[in-house]
C-alpha cells in the first residue's frame, strides 16, 4: 500500500483479495493492463507491488485459479 510516497508491507490475506479482484476484472474481459490500472486505483497498491502479487498468486496457484 502506499503511504506518504513509501510502500508498506500488504499482509498475505490482503494480496490474495488483490489479487482476485485482478483476475475477476480479466474474466469480465478487461484487459491486462486497465485490469492492473483498475486494481492498482480501487486498493491503493503500486503498479510494482500489483505485479509482485500476480506473480505470487500465480506461482502459488490462488484462488480464483
Given at each position: ?11 498475505k ?7 482476485h ?7 469480465r ?11 492498482c486505483?480501487?486498493?491503493a ?21
Open positions: 500500500m502506499r503511504k506518504g510516497g513509501q510502500e508498506e508491507e500488504v499482509s490475506a490482503r494480496r490474495q483479495e488483490i489479487f479482484a485482478l483476475v475477476e476484472a480479466q474474466d474481459g478487461v484487459g491486462l493492463a486497465e485490469s492492473r490500472r483498475l486494481v486505483d480501487r486498493f497498491v503500486s503498479n510494482d507491488q500489483i505485479r509482485l502479487i500476480e506473480r505470487e498468486g500465480l506461482d502459488q496457484g490462488w484462488p480464483p485459479l
